[in-house]
């Protein structure tokens, strides 16, 4: 049986440590960590996450403020609302949830955030910093992923990682991560797309397989070699009438064939998506203690 890598556990060990922090934080008479959240209109999935957000904010013991917008927000009450936000000394961190209505762009509201709060790692200036291997708010799944690996004691020096998907939250910043010099890192990456020729062979030379391009199963037993860390980052809602809530949950990556293959993989569920909250919370917490831009 290969090393079920454990994102839930390891999610709520990160938040005690972030909670064991704050609490030392008030002790000392320092400022409780604050995060802001902009929620635009009533998209269920996008309630869900923030809601979860600003459920584990409580938790850690943050503060938290959520801000609820109507669809029809123009955008500039958008912008003007982001800049009060960036201008309140208070809140250390803020992320405005994705997607936003069509009339709105995503590239100006992400561009208005001042990268000092941006702790989504959203903002070019961000991006830029974690290419460079500067300090940086790294995004939340990719951060999650690295912990991950951390936390496994993967080895990824001098080891061919192979990250299927090209996604400029996912697939794009975990090449550049695992290509980095340090650890996890030093790997020789291989980022591979919807153009990519010979997937099923790339993928199949992989140490450590890196999957998040948003397609049910895609990764089979075949395109794995054996002993391969696999990281399914991957999550699709499938019938299923012998649950109760009438659905189940998968990956990109065919779980129990894979599984028999593999020396360590993450689960759907519990595997990537639980870290994404503890990462924005770690990051929430560089920003109160001023760790990423002093
Ligand atoms: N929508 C889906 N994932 C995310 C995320 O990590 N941050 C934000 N702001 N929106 C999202």
Known sequence: MPTIIDGKLTSSQIKEEIKTRVEEIKAEGGKTPHLAAILVGYDGASQTYVGAKVKACEYVGFESTLVRLEETVTEEELLRKVEEINENPDIDGLIVQLPLPKHISVEKVTSKIRPEKDVDGFTPANVGRMALNWPAYVAATPYGIIELLKRYEIETSGKHCVVIGRSHIVGSPMSILMARNGYPGNATVTLTHSRTKNLEEIARTADILIVALGKPEFVTADMVKPGAVVIDVGIHRVEDASKKSGFRLIG????????????????????VGPMTIASLLYNTLLSAEKKVYS
């Open 252 to 271: 990109d990556v065919k779980f129990d064939e894979v599984a028999e293959k593999a020396s360590a993989i993450t689960p759907v569920p519990g595997g």
